[in-house]
């Protein structure tokens, strides 16, 4: 395939600079689905050079990143060809009307507001993890509370 990215199935990413959050999302997606890998990315400048070497099945992204911000790493990877279709959570603990608003104009695949407990954050990848994401039904709904609200801009 010459120097084409390799996708890899069963495997999501992480892009989150808070250790706890992290710890938390990863013990929780293994008594989801122990199949799916999880690598977990500390800042945005990490996200990019990761993606350069392959694309996931899911990205979880973070708006508040040192180095490059969420909203930053949302753009360079929409203009990357390789990985325009990689499914992209914003994951963020704003509420914010602007910031789900600036998510969808940059091409993010669903906005999620950070569960307030790893109860909700099950319920939550048990959900996203059986998404269709090709159909961009998502954009019309964003994840809080432990379910789905519609969006309008």
């Known amino acids: 395939m010459g120097n084409s990215t390799p996708h890899i199935m069963n ?3 992480l892009a989150d600079d808070d250790a706890d959050h992290a710890i938390i999302f990863k013990k929780v997606l293994e008594t ?20 350069s ?3 996931p099945e899911l990205l979880f ?3 508040n990143m040192p180095c490059k911000n969420g909203l930053e ?9 390789k990985l325009h279709d990689l499914p992209i959570v914003v994951y963020s603990s704003s509420t914010h009307m602007t910031d789900i608003q600036k ?3 940059h091409s993010a695949d669903l906005y999620m507001v950070k569960p307030f407990n790893s109860f909700h954050l099950k319920n939550a990848l048990e ?7 090709r159909s961009k039904a998502s ?7 432990n379910k789905f609200v519609p969006f309008t801009a």
């Open 11 to 13: 495997h999501v990413v």
């Open 32 to 51: 989801v689905d122990p199949s799916r890998h999880l690598t977990v990315a500390r800042d945005g400048d990490e996200l990019i050079r990761l993606l």
């Open 53 to 55: 070497n392959y694309v």
């Open 61 to 63: 992204l973070d708006l």
């Open 73 to 81: 790493c949302l753009q360079d990877i929409r203009q990357n060809l």
């Open 103 to 105: 998510s969808y104009i």
């Open 127 to 133: 959900s996203i993890l059986t998404m269709e994401w």
């Open 139 to 145: 954009q019309k709904y964003y994840f809080i509370n």
